[in-house]
């Protein structure tokens, strides 16, 4: 009977309830491996609908639904864009063209114009020396910086402005009294001045 009992006490006691909890957590660890990859997926496609979505949103031609029908569409949708910026930037061009055009017509209106003023008013030079005192009638076409150049021609001329009339209306019309000192004159002639004046307008030959 003490051989049966020391027997008894000798036998390995085995725990069910650890080999179980242990049998668990591996399936679980096994389990969950695929789990993870099934969420990284789930997620993946996700954002890939969520874009079709915002290509169906913004593509105001779609054929089909499916994916390579919406990719399809938008490449198409794409082409057609570009089509009409490539056309928009040759109409652009086209229009600037006209423009450049258009401002040599105008501005070969305005020379006829220019030339039409010449001969209807006949430019005119005039100089008439009194003592020391010059009068200066000028009419003539005009043109851009004409006042500035004939008052610096006029002083080059050796004469001080002491009274000036202008009008820019139609032509250039400037009545000016100057002022000439005495030792000057002979060394300038009237004629010499009618033919500056008359060259600083733009005329070109002489002045008769």
């Known amino acids: 009977m003490v051989e049966d009992a020391q027997a008894t006490h000798d036998v390995p006691v085995f725990n069910a309830g650890s080999c179980g909890s242990e049998r668990r957590n591996k399936i679980k660890k096994i389990d969950g491996q695929p789990s993870k990859n099934l969420m990284a997926e789930r997620r993946r496609r996700k954002r890939l609908n969520d ?37 928009l930037k040759e109409n652009d061009d086209e229009a600037a063209t006209n423009n450049i055009d258009q401002m040599k017509l105008l501005g070969n209106f305005n020379e006829l114009k220019m030339n039409d003023g010449i001969v209807r008013n006949p430019p005119k030079f005039d100089i008439k020396r ?36 202008i009008s820019c209306f139609n032509d250039f019309s400037l009545q000016a009294s100057c002022s000439e000192a005495a030792e000057h004159r002979p060394m300038i002639s009237t004629e010499d001045m009618k033919q500056a004046l008359f060259r600083n307008a733009g005329y070109g030959g002489r002045y008769l």
Request: proline content about 3%.
């Open 51 to 87: 874009r079709l979505s915002m290509l169906r949103s913004i593509v105001p031609k779609i054929s089909k639904m499916d994916r390579t029908a919406i990719l399809g569409d938008t490449i198409d949708y794409m082409k057609e864009l570009l089509g009409k910026i490539n056309k």
């Open 130 to 165: 009194k003592n020391v005192d010059t009068q200066i009638e000028i009419c003539c076409a005009t043109k851009p910086g004409l006042l500035f150049s004939t008052v610096n021609t006029i002083e080059a001329l050796g004469l001080d402005i002491h009274q000036c009339v």
